[in-house]
Structure formats: C-alpha cells, structure tokens
T-cell receptor
Framework: EDQVTQSPEALRLQEGESSSLNCSYT??????LFWYRQDPGKGPEFLFT???AGEEKEKERLKATLTKKESFLHITAPKPEDSATYLC???????????FGQGTRLTINP | EAGVAQSPRYKIIEKRQSVAFWCNPI?????LYWYQQILGQGPKLLIQ????????DSQLPKDRFSAERLKGVDSTLKIQPAKLEDSAVYLC??????????FGPGTRLLVL
C-alpha cells in the first residue's frame, strides 16, 4: 500500500528564518510527487510536481527537491503570508489518484 | 477559467440525518474526484469518476455513502444516514486525463 508521511506536523518560524519540510514515501512505481498549499477554509492549491530523483523546482521563496525515498520543501526567508498547511501527495502505478500525507502546518511569526 | 465549484460551503446536521453535496468541475475535465479531509489529516480519496464511470471507489463506505455523476459533468455525493465520524471537509477535484488535479473550496460538514 502506498504511504506518505510528512514531518514535522507543525512548525513555527520567525519571519526570515529558513527551514525545510520533509515528505517521505513508500510507493510502487512513482509517477509523480506533488506539493500543495492549503489555507484555512480553502481547498489545496497546486505548487509543484516532481517526477524523478534529483529534480528540483522553485517558486518565489519555495524550492522542492526529490530523492528516491523523500522530498523536501525548502522555504527561504519566509514571510507571514507563507503561513499555511503544506500537503505532499504521490501518484503511483496506473492510478490517477493522489495519496496524501497528513500535512505540515507552518506558521510564520512577524 | 472558472474553478471547481462546490455547494453548500457549510452544513450542520444531526446524526442519522441525510445530506448531499454538489460539485461542478472545470469545463472539459473528464476526471472527477471526491476526497474526505478530517481535521488535522490529509485528504483521503472516496471515489473517482472518469466521465460517467467509476474508476475507484475502494475507500467509499458504501453502506452509507453514494455518489453519481450524471452526463459526465456535475456530481453529487450523498451520506445516508450520517454518523458523528463523518464530520469533515468534503473536497471535490477535477483533472484532464492523467494531468494536474484542481480542487474546489470544499464543503465543511458537522454532524451533531
């Protein structure tokens, strides 16, 4: 069974304090790893898709990386508006569905 | 481009009552998903449609949950009868075949 585990469950940072969120996965035949951002009361919003080990993608203060067993979401010099829950999900085998981790709740204090 | 629409946004019911949620996907998206997100957890797939047909409903509690997608467009998800543990956000998502999934805002259900 495909499994996705995210850590930490919650992370509180000061504005400007860089850190990383982890997503480890166990799947058969990874087709893609997805990062979503979810604000309170809203649906998940797409950030990145990674397809193969060694791949990296960046968007503003966020950078996602992928290895054969895990992915990291690095956040550099975060701002309060980066506060949200970050969800990691995998798409594996022939299935189109995404299997999600439990999320990391990120809070950036001004 | 309009996003995925869901209604209602909030619903409060008593246990053993029935409830229905509606989803209108992005125009042209053949694949539609219903996910359940319990507070503090990631979304869990309930059912996936490809046009009118069901692709995956392995995690749908079929004794109380049902879903349909008429004419391959709108979809409804029904719970009958509801239990306390059904309190969650119900997310609808759509995608073109084998591409990026877009989520709606969700329906927040509270069962008392």
């Amino acid at each position: 069974e495909d499994q996705v585990t995210q850590s930490p469950e919650a992370l509180r940072l000061q504005e400007g304090e860089s850190s990383s969120l982890n997503c480890s996965y166990t799947v058969s035949g990874l087709r893609g790893l997805f990062w979503y951002r979810q604000d309170p009361g809203k649906g998940p919003e797409f950030l990145f898709t990674l397809y193969s080990a060694g791949e990296e993608k960046e968007k503003e203060r966020l950078k996602a990386t992928l290895t054969k067993k895990e992915s990291f979401l690095h956040i550099t010099a975060p701002k309060p508006e980066d506060s949200a829950t970050y969800l990691c999900a995998v798409q594996a085998g022939r299935a189109q569905k995404l299997v999600f981790g439990q999320g990391t709740r990120l809070t950036i204090n001004p | 481009e309009a996003g995925v629409a869901q209604s209602p946004r909030y619903k409060i019911i008593e246990k053993r009552q029935s409830v229905a949620f509606w989803c209108n996907p992005i125009s042209g998206h053949a694949t539609l998903y219903w996910y359940q997100q319990i507070l503090g957890q990631g979304p869990k797939l309930l059912i996936q449609f490809q046009n009118n047909g069901v692709v995956d409903d392995s995690q749908l509690p079929k004794d109380r949950f049902s879903a349909e997608r008429l004419k391959g467009v709108d979809s409804t998800l029904k719970i009958q009868p509801a239990k306390l543990e059904d309190s969650a956000v119900y997310l609808c998502a759509s995608s073109l075949e084998r591409t990026l999934m877009y989520f709606g805002p969700g329906t927040r259900l509270l069962v008392l």
